[in-house]
């Protein structure tokens, strides 16, 4: 009788044991169903560049990259780069009101127009560029 039972015993262990492995098999068929179909990473630690490493922009690059749609056709009344009478009254009140119009934004023109990225001195460079300061 100790040795059927000792039998039944080893046979539930083993049918246990299959049953768990089975379970693992499944499970890692489904993991694998289920699995994403890729990642994204930025930045430095991606391999990319870091934003913090980059150099400032110049005020040519911001205005072609942010601010030609506006000020390159003067559209809903942005002073048209070039246009010294246009920007000598934007600029009457001095170079750090004007800086602070752009950072925050002003009539049709949101905060940093559309350049979010852009510093305070890339912004800076960008109104001397558009001026002709």
């Known amino acids: ?10 046979a ?10 089975a379970t693992d098999a499944q499970a890692d068929k489904i993991a694998e ?3 994403p179909v890729g990642e994204v990473c930025v930045g430095a630690e991606c391999g990319g560049a870091a934003v913090a490493a980059a150099e400032p922009r110049s ?3 911001v205005y072609n990259g942010a601010c030609t749609a506006c ?3 003067g559209l ?16 009457a009140k001095g170079m750090d009101a ?4 752009a950072i925050n934004g002003i009539n049709a023109m949101p905060p ?4 979010a990225n852009c510093s305070d001195d890339e912004l800076m460079a960008a109104i001397k560029y558009m001026s002709g300061r």
């Not at 940093?112 to 350049?115: E, R, V």
């Open 33 to 35: 169903r289920i699995k």
């Open 112 to 115: 940093k127009g559309t350049c």
């Open 1 to 10: 009788m100790k040795q059927l039972k000792a039998l039944i015993l080893a």
């Open 76 to 91: 809903l009344g942005a002073p048209k780069t070039g246009d010294k009478a246009a920007w000598d009254d934007r600029l």
């Open 98 to 101: 004007t800086l602070q119009n």
């Open 12 to 21: 539930a262990t083993l049918i246990m044991a299959q049953a768990h492995a």
């Open 71 to 73: 000020h390159g056709s």
């Open 59 to 61: 005020g040519e690059e």
